[in-house]
């Protein structure tokens, strides 16, 4: 069971934005602004998207966005285009245990 | 251009010693402000941090796993191994190696392409 939770689906309409959460704790995601997301599609490596919250490493659309509320971090993608279809994963520094991620978000374009 | 690629066994025993390398080129441990880390990913998917090595040797283990592993790095020739001892089936996974700046938000920018490691008898 992987210490962040996400829901394990998650779909929209191209053109529509979806917004995938990722739920922890105040001892990882509540207690430090190091929340990361990954893009995975099959037979690939993750692709960093999202880190430090809200930033986006270079060559990262800006259709991608991250935020984060209490222990609670949320990834939304806008402007759904069909490529956007992948694995989504959220990570986060936790202190003690150091780096955790969460189990992963299957986003479907229909 | 920062790249990494995995390399070892793609079929090990239960209760044998996995040996991963992972050679990166594009950076250096002994000059740059980063580290290099091992992440899992099981056949359901979940992704699982296992290890790290930063500069000057300092080592960072999960600590569900920590009395399995070892990482160790070799700076002349841009390598860093992980050991996992005791293997279990359970363990059957695609063992990755990425690239973690030191000063920037505890993330993995760059990955390696990743190995299938298969644990069975």
């Known amino acids: 069971q992987s210490a962040l939770t996400q829901p394990p689906s998650a779909s929209g309409s191209p053109g529509q934005s979806v917004t995938i959460s990722c739920a922890g704790t105040?001892?990882?995601?509540?207690?430090?602004?190091?929340v990361s997301w990954y893009q995975q599609h099959p037979g690939k490596a993750p692709k960093l998207l999202i880190y430090?919250?809200?930033k986006r490493p270079s060559g990262v659309p800006d259709r991608f966005s991250g935020s984060k509320s209490g222990n609670t971090a949320s990834l939304t993608v806008s402007g759904l285009q069909a490529e956007d279809e992948a694995d989504y994963y959220c990570?986060?520094?936790?202190?003690?245990?150091?780096?955790?991620f969460g189990g992963g978000t299957k986003l479907t374009v229909l | 251009q920062i790249t990494l690629k995995e390399s070892g066994p793609t079929l090990v025993k239960p209760t044998q010693t996995l040996t991963l390398t992972c050679t990166f080129s594009?950076?250096?441990?002994?000059?740059?402000?980063?580290?290099v880390g091992w992440i899992r990913q099981t056949p359901g998917k979940a992704l699982e941090w296992l290890a790290l090595?930063?500069?000057?040797?300092?080592?960072r283990f999960n600590p569900s796993l920590k009395s399995r592993l070892n990482i160790t790095q070799d700076t002349s020739k841009n390598v860093v191994v992980l050991t996992m001892t005791n293997m279990d089936p359970v363990d059957t996974a695609t063992y990755y190696c990425?690239?973690?700046?030191?000063?920037?938000?505890?993330?993995?920018?760059?990955w390696g392409q990743g190995t299938l490691v298969t644990v069975s008898s």
């Open positions: 990425a690239h973690f700046p030191i000063h920037g938000g505890h993330r993995f920018d760059y």
């Open positions: 594009g950076f250096s441990l002994s000059t740059d402000r980063v580290a």
């Open positions: 105040s001892s990882d995601i509540g207690g430090y602004d190091f």
């Open positions: 430090e919250v809200s």
């Open positions: 990570s986060s520094y936790a202190g003690s245990k150091y780096l955790v």
């Open positions: 090595t930063c500069c000057d040797d300092d080592k």
